[in-house]
């Protein structure tokens, strides 16, 4: 086998890698020589069909299958031999011409990993900002429940509907020259009087109704309504009013607690201390983890693979892309994006690079994920495959170094993190949530006053402070991880266009219900552990293999 260096530019590296026909067809016969007696053929006895008969009928797939595990060996041979850190899957292709009984010819491509500098991690200096859980917050939040909560007693005959009651009703919507419109007919809707959650003008005439009652109401459909056919148009709707509730008094108290699924009042409270301190331990270390990033960046800097910088670069796009789509002018939301293009494309760099130095400080401090944490990652993402999806996953898992290293990566990252806090000098200081929410959003770090999402006025002024992420690439798999992103980023604040008024949700399988805003969910008091899944690989670019740039080439794996 032969290997000829044809590029050694910076982090780019080419190759011209030559197999010899004799070691390509030293295989097939080999091959040929398992398989044979396997054959079966009319008119010869189990394993005596000739070799010439057996080449002539399998020997084009034993051929492509040589080809393949000689072109898969010498891949490794090569990275093997010339010491080579693979930044992506190398780019691999089989020279045009090649014919069965020649040399093959490849010409391989990659980017390598750079040689990150040692770490200066000596000296870290952070400040820990924390909020306490008292009783206070924890009261609000029980009001909260209670007031999500609330119980709906029945009224006496002939009481009149007011603003906060609750309506049922029957409802047939019509357009104004009489004809039921498709999808207007509902039974049995619940309507909070005053919550706003229907077209304007509806729950207002609704006030005043009575039980048994049959009442029309007219109203105009919003401009952007989600039913084109009834945008900006008017209609009336023909209620029977089922009946009228009254809201109890939202309390505090050991049936809330039960109504929750809990045994008493105090357990309740301690879950919802916990999920208290929780989040605001989770913010307390989003700030941490930010500034502790900021330092790693100031101080150093070095090339990245422009390769690993594209994948996250159109991993950060996709995911814009995809949150545009949800904005009451996607069109406008797109072009304010493309303005800043070349943020996100520092963002992307930024994580990669610092990914890339987390994962060198990990590896010379002895920094491991082990073997019991990762099969604890695999099973968690295994949890939203079912069935046999769920142990092709995890085989896939098993069988492919990006895909694990990938599944891997984030927890390696807090591992670093955590590695990192202890050698810091910390100094504590006790803080609002208010201010450490302002303090995460803000571009210096810090910022008093408070929390509020004028994105408008929140465009950070320095293009290399508009990252506050960072990514893991795990270089003791055989292939690196692609970067993630972690908690507490801060992305370039978006300039959203003006709000229209919020498109209606349909109400229940093809109903056109005059429907506003879906009403708030209850609230559950038990912790969530947003840690808990981990991403699976699929949908990031930098874990796929490249293909073959000619069709002859096999597909391939380094």
Known sequence: MQTVETLNEGLKRAYTL??????IEGRVDAELKRVAPQVRMPGFRPGKVPANLVRKMHGPALLQDALNTSIQEGIQSLIAEQQLRP??????????????????????????????????????????????ADDATVDAQLQKFADQSK??????????????DLVTVDFVGKTMDGV?????????????????RLIPGFEEQVVGAKAGEDRQIKVTFPEDYQAKELAGQDATFDLVIKSVKTAGEATVDEELAKNLGLESLEQLRGLVRGQIEQELAGLTRTYMKRKLLDQLAAGHDFEVPPSMVEAEFQQIWSQLEHEATHEPDPKAAMEEMEKERDDYRAIAERRVRLGLLLSEIGQANGVEVSSQEMNRLIAQAAQQYRGEEQQRFIQYIQQEPMAAAQLRAPLYEDKVVDFLFDKAEVTERETTREDLEAAIESEDGFATGTHHHDHDNHKPKQ??????DASSTDTDAAADAPVEAIEGEQKPAKKPAAKKKAA?????????????????????????????AAEAPAGDEAAKPKKAAAKKAPKTEA
């Open 180 to 196: 039921a419109f498709e999808g207007g007919t509902g039974s049995d809707m619940a309507v909070e009087l005053g919550a706003g």
């Open 504 to 532: 209606e949700p349909q109400d229940g399988e093809g109903e056109a219900a005059p429907v506003k805003k879906p009403a708030a969910k209850k609230a559950k008091p038990v912790a969530q552990d947003q840690n808990a």
């Open 151 to 164: 119980r709906w007693d029945d009224t006496e005959e002939g009481y009149a509907a007011q603003p906060g």
């Open 87 to 132: 930044a992506i899957q190398p780019s691999v292709e089989l020279v045009e011409g090649y014919e069965p009984g020649k040399d093959a010819e490849l010409k391989i491509e990659l980017e390598v990993l750079p040689q990150v500098p040692a770490p200066a991690i000596d000296g870290l200096k952070l400040e820990k900002l924390t909020v306490p």
């Open 18 to 23: 030559t197999i010899p026909a004799k070691d």
């Open 463 to 468: 293009k290399a402070k508009k990252a506050d």
